[in-house]
Every structure is written in structure tokens, then in C-alpha cells.
């Protein structure tokens, strides 16, 4: 565990809140139950985190729309389907944050206390529902006041920083969270999205970026905002369904239903990324070369994660036990990697 002094207070609170050691139990194509005294489970959760700003009136508008696609983004850049030797979910890392974090033990759980890696349970109609939800369901885990008298501030003329909410707000993990910064002396709004796990490759991982900011653009300025035809239910469901899937998912979408996720991408949401990454200005040209390592990942069907299942049943067919596997996966794995060559385009073992 880190060093940072901040990292082992945590670790410490969210034992003392459980009062019990951490349970963690997965049930995908192989089951895992193991039991642990501390949060390093969470190493395993490595994430890349993208940043809108926006305006105060436009938060909810991309918030929304954010949510709303957190579970094409997991099916299409899932690529973590192994933890402990097991083969689980597509992108395990989704319910491993989940469990890694939880303060609760099965009590609260069934009085209905939130967790705090938290999908959300409503579509918002301002940044305000979300931290006033912050303060209604979440007590702090950090206890570190700061000196910033925030109203003084202002009557000042200047922006405070609000340190305490942010720290508080750093402790409550949504796949889409709201940020409130002070740069420079000038305030501003993020959303930040946590739901892409990290690689394969830095090509792959662009792609994924570029195919968030279209779309999320396309959807949170459309006319008919896509919220207004889908239950916030059913853009959680549709998270994990992906999680458990990658690739092979079936999701719910307005006007189609359930379908393949790639069916999805390719038929409805591809055009729409392209459409936004044009209204942020993207040259067309390279708009085009990052959508095309999407629409190619989803014409092979191999993302990260169905290229390590593959890969490592070859190799267990060969006679290697799993352990071997995996770890002569993991090597070709980093060689692949290093070629940053995208995943779509990786070869498996003859």
C-alpha cells in the first residue's frame, strides 16, 4: 500500500465502518470467494478516467448522458477477465471496486445503506442532487478540516476552494462523478467517467476516449435527450450485463431493445461519436482512424478481454496448468502491448 498517509486512514476507516474483514465474492464463469484485512484489492482496479467541463446548466445534461452509455463503454473496452488465477467477469474490475470499497456489512445492506461505489439510483436535473446526496447518505470517512471560511471568501469577490467537500466527494467512488475545482482562482464543473479500465494499448485506450467524447457530446445536446426514453434501472443494469459480457453482451437501447452490444455500436452509436467529435472540432481524419479501432473491435469481437480468455484457453490446451497460462499470457500480453498495435488486430496462439 502506498506510503501516503492518507491511503492508510482509509484503509482504516472503511474497517472500522465494516467492523469485519472485507468479503469478496464473485460468481462468473469461474467462482471466487476469499476474504481480506485491507483495501489492496483495489490495486487491481486500475482505471482510465476522462474529464468533461462543463457548465453549471449543462452538468446534468452530460451527466445523464454519461450514465447512460456506462455499459457500452464496459462491453467495449472490457479487459480484465482473470483475478486470483480465476476466469470471472468479462471486466471483473467493475465488481471488485464495488466489494473492495464497501463499508457495509450484510446489516446496513439490508437496511438499505448506499454503497459507496455507486452507479446511482436517478437521472439528475442539476450538479446539486448529486452532492446534496453526497451529504444525505454518505458520513465522512477522512476527518481533516481545513481553515477556509468558504462564505468569507466570497463576500471577498474571490472563489473558495471548498477543499472538504472535494475530499469528501473523493471518497464516494460514482462511475460518473461530479467535480468541483478552483484553477487559478476560476471555478469550474467536470464530469469525470471511471467506468474504462486501463491498455490494452495506448492506441486502444485513445480510441475509447475518442468514442466517449462523440457520443456523450451527440447524446447530452440532442433534442430528445436519451434519458427521457430509458429507466435509470435499466442504464444500471445494462452496466453490469457488460461487466459480466464484455463483447457478448446484450444491451437495452430505445428504439431497438435488447441487442448485441456491437450491433449497437456499429449501427447506432458509431455515427453519433462521429457526429460529436465534429462539434468539438476533432479533424475528420483522425476522428476516422480512432472510430475505426472501434468499429474493427467490434466487427472481430476481440477486445482485451476475449483475447485473454482465448489466449489462455490455448494455451491450457496445450497441457499448461493455469498458472503457466496466465503467466505465459501475461508475456505475450506486454509484447503485444509494447507493439501498440490494437487489441482487435492481436494474434492468438497457433
Known amino acids: 500500500m502506498s506510503a501516503n498517509e492518507r491511503y492508510k486512514v482509509l484503509n482504516e476507516q472503511i474497517f472500522a465502518a465494516r467492523g469485519e474483514d472485507m468479503r469478496i465474492e464473485i460468481d462468473g464463469a469461474e467462482q471466487l470467494l476469499t476474504h481480506m484485512d485491507s483495501i489492496t484489492p483495489e490495486s487491481a482496479c486500475t482505471s482510465v478516467q476522462l474529464h468533461v467541463q462543463v457548465s453549471p446548466d449543462s452538468f446534468a445534461n452530460y451527466w445523464n448522458a454519461a450514465q447512460s452509455i456506462a455499459g457500452v463503454q464496459v462491453a467495449l473496452a472490457a479487459n480484465s477477465p482473470f483475478l486470483f488465477g480465476r476466469q470471472l467477469w468479462h471486466e471483473t474490475r467493475i465488481t471488485l471496486f464495488e466489494q473492495a470499497t464497501d463499508t457495509r456489512s450484510d446489516e446496513l445492506k439490508e437496511q438499505g445503506v448506499r454503497p459507496r461505489v455507486w452507479f446511482g439510483e436517478r437521472w439528475i436535473t442539476s450538479v446539486f442532487d448529486l452532492f446534496e446526496e453526497n451529504l444525505r447518505y454518505f458520513p465522512a470517512l ?80 440532442a433534442q430528445r435527450p436519451i434519458w427521457t426514453q430509458m429507466s435509470f434501472t435499466t442504464a444500471a443494469e445494462n452496466l453490469h450485463e457488460a461487466a459480466r459480457k464484455g463483447l457478448d453482451a446484450q444491451l437495452y437501447w430505445p428504439g431497438v431493445g435488447d441487442t448485441p452490444v456491437t450491433e449497437l455500436i456499429l449501427r447506432r452509436l458509431l455515427p453519433l461519436a462521429r457526429e460529436g467529435l465534429g462539434q468539438w472540432g476533432v479533424d475528420q481524419k483522425c476522428a476516422d482512424r480512432l472510430l475505426g479501432i472501434i468499429e474493427q473491435r467490434c466487427l472481430t469481437g476481440q477486445n482485451g478481454a476475449a483475447w485473454q480468455i482465448a489466449t489462455v484457453d490455448r494455451l491450457s490446451a496445450t497441457g499448461l496448468d493455469r498458472r503457466e497460462a496466465l503467466r505465459q499470457m501475461t508475456l505475450r500480453y506486454i509484447e503485444h502491448m509494447h507493439s501498440n498495435d490494437p487489441v482487435h488486430s492481436w494474434s492468438l496462439v497457433s
Not at 471577498?156 to 478552483?182: C, F, K
Request: glycine letters at 8%; hydrophobic letters at 40%.
Open 142 to 221: 477522512l476527518p481533516i478540516c481545513e481553515d477556509e471560511d468558504p462564505l468569507a471568501v466570497l463576500d471577498q469577490g474571490s472563489s473558495p476552494q471548498l477543499a472538504e467537500m472535494s475530499l469528501h466527494n473523493g471518497t464516494i467512488y460514482r462511475w460518473n462523478r461530479p467535480v468541483y475545482d478552483n484553477a487559478g482562482g476560476t471555478p469550474h464543473l467536470r464530469v469525470e467517467n471511471r467506468v474504462l479500465p486501463a491498455g490494452p494499448t495506448i492506441a486502444d485506450v485513445v480510441a475509447n476516449a475518442a468514442f466517449y467524447y462523440g457520443l456523450v457530446r451527440s447524446l447530452a445536446e
